[in-house]
């Protein structure tokens, strides 16, 4: 892949299944996505774009098709491998958020730190700067339910 491309989607088809219904989400989808390009997906409720977003980002799998990913192919890859590449490559900010309701801002950001064994201080230091860039810092000790939508975004993305 040249490294003018973060994401390159070629003939991406994804079926899902219903007992004895298929329901085409995907029909031969072709997308390139440059480094540093913004781009929106926009489309009607059901048109496929979390689906897309989902194949992307490693969290699902297309019935035919490829994915790259930063000259990750993902098209063959197993479970584990998947898990590896989110962990490393990707981010995913989901609908519902998915933060931590009795934990408070810092602290759902420092979780999945913990979990990659990064040590105390640099996690501190991390969520600190990660408050900073997504202006939350004074709301650092708060809960998930204490924030606003829009601030509860703005911690799922630090």
């Known amino acids: ?6 994401v390159i989607v070629r003939d ?27 781009v929106a997906i926009i489309g009607v409720s059901g048109s ?7 194949i992307i980002g490693g969290l699902d799998k297309a019935t035919a098709g490829s994915v790259k990913v930063f000259d990750t192919d993902l098209t063959g890859m197993n ?9 490393e490559t990707v981010g995913h900010v989901f609908q519902n958020m998915n933060l ?12 999945p730190m913990a979990a990659l064994g990064i040590k105390a201080d640099e996690r501190n230091k991390r969520v600190t ?6 202006g ?3 709301r650092k000790d708060h809960k998930p339910g204490e924030l606003s939508g829009g601030e509860q975004q703005r911690i799922a993305l630090a």
């Open 48 to 54: 496929g774009k979390s689906t897309l977003l989902n």
């Open 79 to 87: 479970v584990s491998d998947l898990v590896n590449f989110r962990r």
């Open 12 to 38: 991406l088809i994804k079926i899902y299944k219903i007992g004895n219904i298929e329901v085409q989400a995907l029909r031969g989808l072709n997308v390139n996505v440059r480094k540093g390009e913004m």
């Open 100 to 111: 931590i309701p009795t934990l408070t801002a810092a602290e759902n950001i420092e979780l």
């Open 129 to 134: 700067e990660l408050l900073g860039v997504v």
């Open 136 to 138: 939350m810092l004074n």
């Open 1 to 6: 892949m040249s490294t003018r491309n973060a």
